[in-house]
């Protein structure tokens, strides 16, 4: 199982990032992906869900500024971040969560540094 993210970066206030994440060696099109972000001293939270047929729910803290979306042709789920704010700032992770036809167990990416400042 491998989780491969990237695309984050160093921004301002305001603009936009998008990260993406690409799976290999589990049933993609069967498994729920999320996505995780860890400030510094803080605990890992959960930013977005993505369901297998494409449903999805966020955090209130990103709700009308972060979009999640999947790819099961290319086994990708991306982050499409805008309005960025400083408290944004994290390392992101890439999350795929275990299911019956799937995973047995959760698997994460490596992480991917998002870093707004003003």
């Known amino acids: 199982v491998q989780l491969q993210a990237s695309g984050g970066g160093s921004v301002q206030i305001g603009e936009s990032l998008r990260l993406s994440c690409r799976a290999s060696g589990f049933d993609f099109r069967v498994t729920n992906m999320a996505w995780y972000r860890q400030a510094s001293g803080k605990q890992r939270e959960l930013v977005a869900r993505i369901n297998n047929v494409g449903g999805s729910t966020y955090a209130d803290s990103v709700k009308g500024r972060f979009t999640v979306s999947r790819d099961n042709l290319r086994n990708t789920v991306s982050l499409q971040m805008n309005s960025l704010k400083l408290e944004d700032t994290a390392v992101y992770y890439c999350?795929?969560?275990?299911?019956?036809?799937?995973?047995?167990?959760?698997?994460w990416g490596q992480g991917t540094q998002v870093t707004v400042s003003s």
């Open positions: 999350n795929a969560e275990p299911s019956p036809f799937g995973l047995s167990q959760s698997s």
